[in-house]
């Protein structure tokens, strides 16, 4: 099968290969690919960032999620069957979407919502289960609570806003003039233009953050929370708390201890709770989202579908920060 991998990390290009079809457990689905989208997790694992949580071997298969057609099922599968159309993001052992073909556990797959071409339906797994994660699982999001989510015009803040709407929140974001008519499209309350306005002068006893950033804007973030108050990153740092979940052991913990000591002392001084979430699939979670989207109450945001031989400019692009939106391959 035709794949997109890379032979070493670093800021290195992808290149088209010919690969090994997937081989299929017992649990597992074959999926012929029909699209898949481009994500940050992407490039941090292209880049090596991420080799303290996940190692892989080369050469790599990149891509995290993907929607497509189950063409064969395993002796063991029960819930799919051959001719289903689904969307899924795979478990990070089994990564390998901007490719022809993948198995996939059924735990991690559902039904494609009725609604979505395949481009728009690959959109949404790994945005979607990052979101609903942080919100239900982590912030556990109420109606008439106050949440901040970072760049609300980017791939995870488009759907994060939508979320944040459907639960009930009032939901301020960060977005320059060319993001405004879209974050205000999808629902947000208040919106702040990161490149004339300081968010943390401006919002004030917030129940919640969803940061995607990382960095400076994570660090302010703490400044805008009530006590009490949470913050889920994805773009931050892992903490000593979840390299002990994860089960790092003791070295990785003491390693992700001192890199998120600055957060930990600020966690201390606001009173608050700092969450890195390194987000799980799940099938019964897309199915949830499924719902949503066939009722009207979450919409796909595309910005643009590149074609499966333009993978490496579709990198590139979602590398820019250009995109409102996500970015997809079109691979069937």
Do not use: C, W
């Amino acid at each position: 099968m035709r794949a997109m991998v890379i032979d070493k990390y670093g800021k290195v290009p992808m290149r088209l290969a010919e690969m090994p079809a997937p081989e299929m457990e017992d649990y597992e689905v074959l999926a012929e690919i029909h699209a898949a989208s481009i994500n940050p997790i992407d490039f941090k694992i292209r880049d090596g960032k991420v080799k303290l949580l996940l190692k892989y071997k080369m050469p790599l298969i990149l891509g995290n999620d993907f929607s497509g057609v189950v063409v064969k099922a395993g002796a063991k599968v029960t819930r799919f069957q051959v001719g289903d159309e689904i969307y899924a993001r795979p478990r990070k052992s089994k990564i390998g979407t901007f490719a022809e073909y993948i198995a996939v556990h059924e735990d991690d797959i559902a039904l494609k919502p009725k609604n979505l071409t395949f481009e728009e339906a690959a959109s949404i797994p790994l945005v979607g289960l990052t979101t609903y994660q942080a919100f239900a699982d982590i912030l556990q999001l109420e109606k008439g609570q106050k949440i901040l989510i970072q760049a609300g015009a980017g791939g995870v803040g488009t759907f994060a806003i939508q979320l944040a709407k459907v639960m009930g929140a009032t939901v301020a974001t960060t977005a320059s003039i060319a993001g405004t008519d879209l974050v205000k499209s999808l629902g947000a309350d208040e919106i702040i233009n990161y490149k004339t306005e300081k968010f943390e002068d401006m919002l004030k006893s917030y129940d919640a953050v969803f940061d995607t950033l990382g960095g400076e804007s994570l660090e302010k973030s703490f400044d805008i929370l009530k006590d009490g108050g949470k913050i889920v990153s994805v773009s931050g740092l892992p903490n000593a708390r979840f390299a002990k979940e994860y089960g790092s052991g003791f070295f990785k913990t003491l390693l992700f201890s001192l890199a998120t000591k600055k957060l930990t002392a600020l966690e201390k001084k606001h009173n608050v709770q700092y969450t890195f979430l390194f987000m799980e699939p799940s099938g019964e979670q897309l199915r949830i989202l499924a719902n949503y989207i066939e009722t009207g109450k979450i919409k796909p945001v595309i910005d643009k579908v590149f074609p499966f031989g333009d993978a490496q400019k579709a990198m590139e692009y979602a590398e820019s920060g250009r995109a409102k939106g996500k970015i997809i391959l079109k691979i069937k």
